[in-house]
């Protein structure tokens, strides 16, 4: 008996371990497959850059193609299904069901006499032992077709929330783009002066290097010659390093693969952008259409409709039933047959619960007020401190313009001066490495310039695209942004 009774326990203990859940690692092939389909996928059906870049293109690429982008359409696709569910929730609910029912014995019963105690009829049926049944039932509830309408009058709300949040990421990006790509026009213009530099002081230390060796001059004053086109090679790599990203940076944004080689649309001027709108104008704008105060008037219409759907549970629910049947069951006189009914339902426990409930979704509306003036003070700051940031930026670009003229002016003197052998080279390379880096403060200055325009126009909240396009071309995008930045500049 004990032998069985292990054997019991042995057998129970293997089929449990054979039950268990167990997960295995994704092999490495496998990783290799998917990040081979991502690389495709990634990039796959864009159209190709048709020669140089604009700024227009790139923020319409961004637009296009960014995979964050792509996201938050994706989630706003999705809120748009939900809703879709939330709207089937009005209708009734229909069941059907259809099946065989059997028994492994005949379903008889008698009757008892409550005075005697005595059997007073023999045993009968009136069921088959074997039968077949159907039913379709539908059932609606005018209590949860109010509150389901409720919910999805908040559903809705919530794909409006979604928009608001893909317009805020469409803001960002553009944003981004337009100081990424800014900086890669920096880039493009000065990187091969850097490398023409860094070549000719590169010569010079070898010829430096050279005396040295020869021990011809004094050498002292070699030393501290090669110590200075040291210096000058460091602060040229520098410079290099901190340009030669921005190209990077700027297509991972428009989402091209980040080896592409594309150049940039430069016209080599220098244009400073106005502002026509005024500053009041701005604020109106800035409270009526950013993002983040849409979203919170949603969130606070959807607390108040909670507040109305708790004060709706509290009514009694006024249901309709209606179905048809069917029983193969030979002893029925009637095969099929048709019921319905109107009842009332009341859960009072709502009755109980409902104040509380109430209570807390009207301090959901109140949150949600007292959130959206706080967030409104804070974009009336960031509108303010944008504002700001244009004005000093362009302060600030055209002083850092004014001193690269100035010192290409003293590099032509210096280069003059070199061709006469009244200087020796060092003085000429420091001449132009301090050409350069005025080059380069001017370029980011101008980079910084158009960022803080960016922002400002952000700040406010800003659509430079319309509702609707003929197409979702690149040119067409492009144009768009064009137009629309071109008429908010106006005040149109």
Excluded at 6 to 27: E, M
Excluded at 417 to 438: D, K, S, T
Aim: charged fraction near 20%.
């Amino acid at each position: 008996m004990a032998y069985k009774k292990q054997l019991s326990i042995s057998i129970l203990a293997l089929l449990i371990s054979g039950c268990a859940v167990t997960s295995q690692p994704i092999d490495r092939q496998a990783s290799l497959q998917r990040a081979e389909l991502d690389m495709v996928l990634m990039f796959k059906d864009q159209e190709p850059l048709p020669g140089p870049l604009t700024l227009h293109q790139a923020m319409a690429r961004a637009v296009k193609y960014n995979l964050e982008a792509r996201l938050k359409l994706m989630e706003e696709a999705m809120a748009e299904r939900q809703l879709d569910l939330a709207n089937f929730d009005l209708l009734p609910r229909i069941t059907a069901q259809a099946g065989y029912v059997g028994r492994s014995n005949v379903s008889a019963s008698s009757s008892e006499s409550i005075e005697t105690g005595t059997q007073s009829l023999e045993p009968s049926t009136s069921q088959e032992q074997h039968r077949q049944v159907a039913d379709l039932n539908m059932v609606w509830n005018v209590l949860d077709f109010g509150v389901g309408y409720l919910s999805a009058k908040q559903q809705a709300d919530q794909r409006l929330i979604m928009q608001e949040r893909r317009r805020k990421v469409l803001h960002t990006i553009t944003q981004d783009v337009r100081s990424a790509y800014w900086q890669a026009v920096a880039a493009e213009r000065l990187l091969q002066q850097i490398d023409q530099l860094l070549a000719r002081v590169a010569q010079a230390r070898q010829d430096s290097s050279r005396l040295q060796q020869q021990k011809l001059g004094d050498m002292v004053q070699n030393l501290s010659y090669q110590r200075s086109l040291i210096e000058a090679t460091r602060r040229l790599e520098e410079q290099r390093r901190a340009l030669s990203l921005a190209k990077t940076r700027l297509a991972a944004l428009i989402n091209l693969p980040l080896d592409s080689n594309f150049t940039l649309a430069d016209t080599g001027h220098y244009e400073v952008p106005e502002v026509a709108v005024p500053l009041h104008q701005l604020e109106q704008d800035a409270l009526a259409s950013r993002p983040e105060l849409r979203e919170q008037d949603y969130q606070s219409r959807i607390s108040a409709t909670e507040t109305r759907k708790a004060m709706l549970r509290l009514l009694p629910g006024l249901e309709f039933s209606a179905g048809g049947h069917y029983d193969s069951n030979d002893f029925l006189s009637n095969n099929s047959w048709a019921d319905y009914g109107v009842k009332i339902t009341w859960n009072l426990f709502n009755v109980l619960s409902g104040p509380a409930a109430i209570k807390a979704a009207k301090a959901g509306e109140q949150v949600a007020t007292a959130k959206r003036q706080a967030m409104s003070m804070a974009v009336l700051a960031q509108l303010y401190v944008a504002n700001a940031n244009f004005n000093e930026a362009r302060r600030q670009f055209a002083t850092s313009q004014e001193l690269a003229g100035l010192d290409e002016q003293i590099v032509i003197q210096l280069r003059n001066r070199h061709q006469a052998q009244a200087i020796g080279e060092l003085e000429l390379i420091q001449g132009e490495l301090n050409n350069l880096q005025a080059k380069l403060r001017r370029d980011l200055a101008y980079a910084d310039l158009r960022n803080a325009y960016a922002q400002l126009f952000v700040s406010a909240g800003a659509d430079l695209l319309p509702e609707t396009l003929p197409d979702a071309s690149i040119d067409t995008l492009a144009q768009a942004l064009a137009t629309g930045e071109q008429q908010w500049q106006q005040g149109i």
